[in-house]
């Protein structure tokens, strides 16, 4: 290979590699896209890798629960075209993810909002750590956020149908599942991603199984692709937090 070419590849490559770059409540962080679509290392990367790779020009993207748009801001950043919808209901969070998508120059639409099995008010416990924040089912305490179903917004044209979805919302999983109920019987949404907390999820009084259960019974099956272990939201006994990827059988 000449010296042009070598030019001319690593110029290439550089081009087509992406930068995203996040402020946090942490300090700012910046994710790494390689032109192969890999990413710069962190805990969660195969999972947003395998969100890329899912993704098709012109797909819909939810990301509920998207705290300060990790997942949103790579998508966004990476593919353009993908037409990203992200849901935050902590109103600090929520500055912070408007923020990062004009520093990264993406048109996503934001709800500022909780998603759940019913609409309303509900109040947001503020744990130590900005990603932990969770909705409660008892007591006065916390930040109270509106409070909607995912078929709610979509049958009021809040936002388009998905096609992909993105569920990190400790705990109340299952509860935004169930507001989605019609969407996802509907057959339009072909993967939907869910971040399990095994100590969060008795909270909601549900369980990793009946999750997996509903999920079958949308024409979903469903996969592990990532596991993690991680301490209680009082730093106490580690367990293993769980990604469960649902495909929809037609789609395989």
Same mark, same amino acid.
């Given at each position: &290979?000449?010296?042009?070419?070598?030019?001319?590849?690593?110029?290439?490559?550089?081009?087509?590699?992406?930068?995203?770059?996040?402020?946090?409540?942490?300090?700012?962080?910046?994710?790494?896209?390689?032109?192969?679509?890999?990413?710069?290392?962190?805990?969660?990367?195969?999972?947003?890798?395998?969100?890329?790779?899912?993704?098709?020009? %012109?797909?819909?993207?939810?990301?509920?629960?998207?705290?300060?748009?990790?997942?949103?801001?790579?998508?966004?950043?990476?593919?353009?075209?993908?037409?990203?919808?992200?849901?935050?209901?902590?109103?600090?969070?929520?500055?912070?993810?408007?923020?990062?998508?004009?520093?990264?120059?993406?048109?996503?639409?934001?709800?500022?909002?909780?998603?759940?099995?019913?609409?309303?008010? &509900?109040?947001?416990?503020? *744990?130590?750590?900005?990603?932990?924040?969770?909705?409660?089912?008892?007591?006065?305490?916390?930040?109270?956020? %509106?409070?909607?179903?995912?078929?709610?917004?979509?049958?009021?044209?809040?936002?388009?149908?998905?096609?992909?979805?993105?569920?990190?919302?400790?705990?109340?999983?299952?509860?935004?599942?169930?507001?989605?109920?019609?969407?996802?019987?509907?057959?339009?949404?072909?993967?939907?991603?869910?971040?399990?907390?095994?100590?969060?999820?008795?909270?909601? *009084?549900?369980?990793?199984?009946?999750?997996?259960?509903?999920?079958?019974?949308?024409?979903?099956?469903?996969?592990?692709?990532?596991?993690?272990?991680?301490?209680?939201?009082?730093?106490?006994?580690?367990?293993?937090?769980?990604?469960?990827?649902?495909?929809?059988?037609?789609?395989?």
């Amino acid at each position: &290979m000449s010296a042009f070419s070598r030019l001319v590849d690593a110029v290439s490559s550089v081009v087509s590699s992406h930068d995203v770059r996040l402020e946090t409540p942490m300090g700012p962080r910046k994710i790494f896209v390689y032109p192969s679509g890999r990413l710069s290392s962190f805990h969660e990367k195969t999972v947003i890798e395998d969100v890329l790779d899912e993704l098709n020009a %012109d797909d819909v993207f939810y990301d509920i629960g998207a705290n300060f748009g990790r997942y949103a801001c790579t998508i966004g950043v990476v593919k353009p075209d993908v037409q990203v919808v992200a849901i935050e209901p902590h109103p600090k969070n929520f500055e912070i993810l408007q923020s990062n998508f004009k520093r990264n120059r993406i048109n996503a639409d934001t709800l500022e909002c909780a998603l759940s099995k019913q609409s309303g008010k &509900m109040r947001l416990q503020e *744990e130590d750590h900005p990603a932990r924040h969770n909705l409660t089912t008892s007591g006065n305490e916390g930040v109270l956020v %509106d409070v909607k179903t995912g078929d709610e917004i979509i049958e009021e044209n809040l936002s388009p149908k998905p096609d992909v979805i993105k569920i990190d919302v400790e705990g109340a999983e299952f509860d935004v599942l169930k507001g989605l109920e019609r969407t996802l019987s509907r057959g339009v949404c072909r993967v939907v991603y869910i971040e399990l907390h095994p100590f969060a999820l008795g909270r909601f *009084e549900t369980t990793t199984e009946e999750i997996e259960s509903f999920l079958f019974e949308k024409g979903f099956s469903v996969d592990s692709i990532h596991q993690r272990k991680v301490t209680g939201p009082h730093d106490d006994e580690e367990q293993e937090q769980i990604f469960l990827k649902a495909t929809r059988e037609s789609s395989r």
